[in-house]
């Protein structure tokens, strides 16, 4: 396995070494698959999504800066494909189908686990997208405060009100759920 850093791998690529994305691809590819499915809630819009963020990559490597973070670049792409995904769907505000497995959970998971599973997405379901994004990048994709203030250009302060009210939400939103 190559163990050079994103970064280096970055600079080569924006230097004209292709082939290096696709190291960074299989490094990024379940993460960012992760954050789309879990941000659209559709299994299948959320593959040809990830798969919009490499190509993104690719084609818009110049404006990456080297020996800038590149966890911090691709995830902020990622966030432009979700924001022109849920502009061209025209579904900020709506509902949307759930699906019925999530990958990572069919193997061997007690329907207690998966029914519990079901239930919180039905609540997150209800938050709005903005919301429902700073929980995925700091709850599930285990982003830090710092990280994602800088993704969405906010003090870090204000990233962690938010996510705590974001929260206390989710939870009123579970808990009130049949």
Known sequence: ??????????????????????????????????????????????????????????????????????????????RNVLKDYFRKMKIHNERYEFIDQIPDMVDEVDEEKLEN???????????PEDKRELLVLSKFEGMKYEQIAELRSMSVSAVKVQVHRTMKRLKELYFNLN
Do not use: H, P
């Open 117 to 127: 599973e079901k239930k919180l997405i039905r609540a997150m379901e209800q938050l």
């Open 1 to 78: 396995m190559d163990r050079t850093s994103d970064e280096d791998l970055m600079k080569s690529v924006y230097e004209g070494r292709l082939d290096r994305l696709n190291t960074l691809c299989q490094r990024y590819q379940r993460r960012i698959f992760g954050y789309m499915l879990k941000s659209t809630l559709n299994a299948e819009d959320s593959a040809d999504l990830a798969q919009q963020v490499f190509i993104r990559a690719l084609k818009y490597r110049k404006s990456y800066r080297i020996g800038k973070s590149f966890e911090m670049w691709v995830f902020q792409i990622a």
